[in-house]
């Protein structure tokens, strides 16, 4: 809209503001030249739409969009509330009638709002390292390896069987893109008559100081005896927290699990009490230690029960069970039915998304009731707001594990053809094994197998698309697969590709690092 004739009472000119379209504005750290060399670079105008669509997302800038090794310079994302003003000036000749020679420009200012801008992206971070695909030789030329590692084109075997420099660069090198200062500690002064704490091999991580003295009592699989009563410092521990009704409350409906069942999971006491999750760190070392190695490993057993002498032991036994992928299977990593928390393949720098801080619960806390009464104004139950669902520790034919990764004790399989596989040697039992514990040899993996099945057919129902280019022919093959145990080798080693995410609730890594 041309705002020359429109003026204010001081001159200035009015405008009227559009209501449409809304712009997002790209702050591009270069002169552009080529717009569409600059949409390139940007992953063109899809790859900039999907990040818009994202409010998480940063977007990348590519300067060698073509390099596959090219590693990208992020912008922030900010929103703002500023306008598109295109100005134009116009400028026109004027001759003076009285001097012909005398010749005066009249200029004029038109001015047009083009769209309001409601997002900006900023690039303020600094570029990554950049490391070329170059091989450097004896002499000190350099040659390119892009001809050699990059297949543009169908190759023949010839192709992959070259002998090649080892070119295998990291996605990133700098996980930050802008500068930090550390703030480095003075050295602490300690009072005369301190001991440094003895530092050993153990503490691979933070060097600095020692491990914390955990409560619980770990057993391995080959060790001969048994605790039959927690640490004293677990005693004390659970004492100072427990100051409430709430808390011997959840004490004795523990200690009742415990009597009716002597192995117990952390998920499955989850998802049995409602109490939280820091407080029964404290509360599972004064009932229960911690088995790490044989069939019983990352669970919990009474004080003086030794499952390794007890046959009727082995339904609590612990099955690693993996949702298997792979074309054989069905359907590719892109189709997981249960798709993974993080991906590698989408990786973005930490900085991106102000993620919400652990709110660190403290021992006052907790004698506050915190553990198990929570705070005030919740919508959920006191009864129920910590309890997970019973998908996290029981398998029931027709369902999905919640996870990629699940650890299931036998009893939990809630499937009569499982039960039976796990029975098949009721009453000669002979010895107790550290792979298959009291069950015959290779009961976990014909678990897995049924197991594999069933989750076959329940995506067969729910999506039949991914099936459709499978012959009945195949699919017989693939059950005798299957029932056989063949390709034993090629399940364990795609299987690799799907541990459980960081942060799992079904992680024993984890679960061990609470006591550490």
């Known amino acids: 809209m041309a705002a020359a004739r429109q003026r204010g009472p001081r001159g200035s000119a009015v405008l009227e503001l559009p209501r449409t379209p809304r712009l997002v504005c790209v702050e591009y750290p270069g002169l552009v030249r080529d717009v569409g060399a600059m949409l390139r670079t940007l992953g063109g105008e899809q790859g900039v739409s999907r990040i818009y669509a994202d409010p998480a997302k940063r977007l990348e800038l590519y300067f060698r969009p073509k390099d596959p090794y090219c590693h990208p310079v992020c912008a922030n994302r900010f929103p703002t509330s500023t306008m598109l003003l295109r100005v134009r000036r116009r400028s026109k000749k004027k001759q003076q009638l009285d001097t012909e020679e005398q010749i005066q420009s009249e200029v004029r200012f038109e001015m047009e709002i083009l769209g309001i801008v409601t997002t900006v992206y900023k690039f303020q971070g600094m570029s990554d390292f950049q490391y070329l695909a170059m091989h450097s030789g004896p002499d000190g030329k350099q040659t390119s390896m892009y001809d050699k590692v990059l297949m543009l084109k169908p190759e023949k075997e010839e192709f992959f069987n070259r002998e090649l420099p080892l070119y295998i660069p990291p996605p990133i090198f700098s996980r930050l893109d802008t500068p930090v200062d550390y703030f480095y500690r003075p050295d602490i002064q300690h009072r005369e008559g301190y ?61 009742k699990l415990f009597e009716a069942r002597p192995v117990w999971s952390r998920n499955a006491v989850k998802a049995n009490i409602s109490i939280h999750p820091d407080k029964l760190k404290v509360l599972l070392p004064y009932l229960a230690y911690y088995m790490l190695t044989g069939p019983w490993r990352s669970l919990w057993v009474r004080f003086g029960y030794d499952p390794r002498k007890q046959p009727e032991a082995k339904i609590y036994q612990v099955l690693d069970f993996r949702i298997r992928c792979g074309m054989k299977y069905g359907y590719a990593a892109t189709d997981m039915p249960v798709k993974a928390k993080r991906s590698t393949y989408n990786y973005s720098l930490p900085i991106t998304v102000k993620k919400q801080g652990s709110h660190t619960v403290s021992v006052h806390d907790l004698k506050q009731g915190l553990g198990s009464a929570g705070t005030s104004g919740a919508k959920k139950s006191p009864s129920s707001r910590y309890k997970l669902k019973e998908s996290v520790y029981i398998f029931r034919e027709g369902a999905l594990p919640p996870y990629r990764q699940m650890f299931y004790q036998l009893c939990d399989l809630n499937v009569e053809s499982l039960q039976k596989i796990i029975h098949r040697n009721d009453g000669t039992e002979s010895e107790c094994t550290e792979r298959d ?46 029932e056989s145990g063949e390709d034993e080798d090629d399940e364990e080693e795609e299987e690799e590709d799907f541990k459980p995410s960081d942060g799992s609730e079904n992680e024993m890594e984890t679960e061990i690092l609470d006591y550490v």
């Open 195 to 255: 001991n440094n704490p003895q530092v050993s091999g153990e503490n691979l991580i933070g060097l600095s100081r020692a491990r914390r003295p955990h409560n619980a009592i770990f057993v391995n699989f080959d060790d001969e005896e048994i605790p039959t009563k927690p640490l004293d410092a677990a005693v004390q521990n659970w004492k100072k927290v427990c100051t409430n009704p709430v808390d011997k409350k959840v004490e004795e409906e523990l200690r």
């Open 437 to 482: 514990g009291w069950c015959l040899a290779k009961t976990s993996d014909d678990l897995r197998d049924s197991m594999s099945l069933m989750i076959k057919q329940i995506i067969r129902s729910t999506r039949p698309a991914l099936f459709s280019n499978t012959t009945s022919s195949e699919d017989g093959k693939e059950q005798l697969a299957y």
